[in-house]
């Protein structure tokens, strides 16, 4: 999805090196001299990329009318691919080694006529390669916000990441990290001065381990406690700390239900503030002990289905989910991939008094950064109350949480017949004792 228009989706990357400061000339000319060029002679790469202004594919003309917005530089990737299906490849050769055959009293094409029929078939694709008859071209939106040192980028998969940090590095001499749930993590607490409490991070119980974990064997370091969750898709994460994200959907959905959905938050002047945050329309599930699977919610208030609950309570912890956040001026509706911390089809509030295009897009790309410095700022406040000394009391609070949302509400029958719900849903628990809150000195600042 592009920036311009429309709901918007973004990973993040730090820029890490000496890139350049603001949207000048220097800017500019590099992304002139690495923008996208088509192979003039022969058959081109399997994979091609170059820059754009982002305005369209063929555009590449740069300017700080098209691609300068104060601190902000917005421009695109263009990744083009060239990958002849094998069905065409098997076509070439069998047309081939059919018209080598029947000159063939037996009818039937011999070893030597085969190997031509390959090598005509390789000569034709080839030529169709050349002709650009397989070409697939993409654009891939990006903004780079240089005070921050921080890339948005508007698509992820690993041809558009591999191709972006290729191209960044030859174009700018800077290498890119990508900002997930546990390299966030590490960048806030190193700050603080707590590197070994990032350290110490484990998975935490919130529930029982599934009778199926006992069944794992252990791992090379020796005997595993089975009561810690292993979170076994963070091992094919960018960071083995990217279950807080995870956690971190856990405890939103507990603030949603339990605290009316009040997230503490310290302001960018220093005082406390609040983000408020509810669950809804999405809600994807995986087992954090990799034994019983997962499950995709999709509806209205997919969190109050008895199917969520009991997913919860045998394990399974929430992968993404559809968020409502708002900062008390702004709302946001997002579904949020916890740990990656990638954000999917964000709607963004109405831009008001735009009085043309560019006031538009300049209002969009300020609401894009505040959605992503509200998120932090949540981000951060579940931190701290995970580092603190209080987190094992909070835990408690949200194992009891879990517990008690699974078992029915007992009510009369005449009650019950009158306020009947659809079968999909669960009846709603009595919100728990807040749990003990960091003073506003804990939070740390947004």
């Known amino acids: 999805m592009a920036f311009h228009s429309g709901r918007v989706s973004f990973c993040r990357f730090r820029v890490v090196g000496d890139a350049p400061a603001s949207v000048d000339e220097a800017l500019l000319s590099i992304l002139q001299e690495h923008a996208f060029r088509e192979t003039a002679i022969g058959a081109p790469e399997q994979v091609e990329a170059g820059w754009i202004t982002g305005e369209h594919l063929l555009d590449t003309q740069f300017s700080y009318e098209k691609n300068g917005f104060g601190n902000l530089a917005m421009f695109a990737l263009r990744i083009d691919t060239h990958q002849v299906p094998a069905a065409i490849k098997q076509a070439y050769r069998k047309i081939n080694e059919q018209a080598a055959a029947a000159g063939n009293p037996s009818g039937f094409a011999s070893r030597a006529q085969k190997r031509e029929a390959q090598e005509l078939a390789g000569r034709q694709i080839h030529e169709d390669l050349a002709a650009g008859k397989f070409r697939k071209s993409k654009a891939v939106p990006l903004i780079w916000d240089l005070p921050r040192q921080t890339l948005y980028c508007g698509a992820t998969g690993n041809t558009v990441v591999e191709q972006l940090a290729r191209l960044f590095r030859q174009s700018f001499g800077a290498e890119l990290e990508a900002v997930t749930a546990g390299t966030l993590a590490g960048e806030l607490l190193k700050e603080q001065g707590r590197r070994r409490d990032w350290e110490d991070l484990h998975p935490s119980p919130f529930t029982a381990?599934?009778?199926?974990?006992?069944?794992?064997?252990?791992?090379?370091?020796?005997?595993?406690?089975?009561?810690?969750?292993?979170?076994?898709?963070?091992?094919?994460?960018?960071?083995?700390?990217?279950?807080?994200?995870?956690?971190?959907?856990?405890?939103?959905?507990?603030?949603?239900?339990?605290?009316?959905?009040?997230?503490?938050?310290?302001?960018?002047?220093?005082?406390?503030?609040?983000?408020?945050?509810?669950?809804?329309?999405?809600?994807?599930?995986?087992?954090?002990?990799?034994?019983?699977?997962?499950?995709?919610?999709?509806?209205?208030?997919?969190?109050?289905?008895?199917?969520?609950?009991?997913?919860?309570?045998?394990g399974k912890w929430p992968r993404r989910a559809g968020l409502i956040l708002s900062d008390g001026e702004h709302q946001w509706e997002l579904t949020l991939q916890g740990?990656?911390?990638?954000?999917?089809?964000?709607?963004?509030?109405?831009?008001?008094?735009?009085?043309?295009?560019?006031?538009?897009?300049?209002?969009?790309?300020?609401?894009?950064?505040?959605?992503?410095?509200?998120?932090?700022?949540?981000?951060?406040?579940?931190?701290?109350?995970?580092?603190?000394?209080?987190?094992?009391?909070?835990?408690?609070?949200?194992?009891?949480?879990?517990?008690?949302?699974?078992?029915?509400?007992?009510?009369?029958?005449?009650?019950?017949?009158?306020?009947m719900r659809p079968a999909q849903t669960s009846a709603e628990s009595e919100p728990e004792p807040d749990a003990p809150q960091p003073d506003a000195a804990e939070l740390p600042t947004a």
């Open 209 to 314: 381990p599934p009778p199926e974990a006992h069944a794992q064997g252990d791992d090379a370091d020796g005997p595993r406690d089975v009561a810690i969750p292993t979170a076994p898709w963070c091992a094919r994460s960018v960071d083995l700390k990217d279950f807080l994200g995870n956690e971190f959907l856990i405890w939103l959905w507990w603030r949603a239900e339990a605290h009316e959905g009040e997230v503490p938050v310290r302001t960018p002047a220093g005082g406390q503030g609040q983000v408020f945050v509810t669950l809804d329309k999405a809600l994807d599930m995986d087992c954090a002990w990799g034994v019983r699977g997962r499950q995709s919610l999709r509806g209205d208030g997919p969190t109050r289905w008895n199917e969520a609950a009991e997913a919860l309570a045998m």
């Open 339 to 419: 740990d990656r911390m990638q954000v999917s089809g964000a709607a963004l509030p109405e831009v008001p008094d735009a009085q043309s295009p560019r006031q538009l897009l300049e209002g969009r790309l300020l609401l894009i950064g505040t959605l992503a410095s509200t998120l932090d700022a949540a981000y951060q406040s579940f931190l701290a109350q995970r580092c603190s000394g209080g987190w094992s009391a909070q835990r408690q609070a949200i194992r009891q949480w879990i517990a008690d949302r699974r078992r029915p509400t007992k009510r009369p029958l005449t009650a019950a017949l009158a306020t």
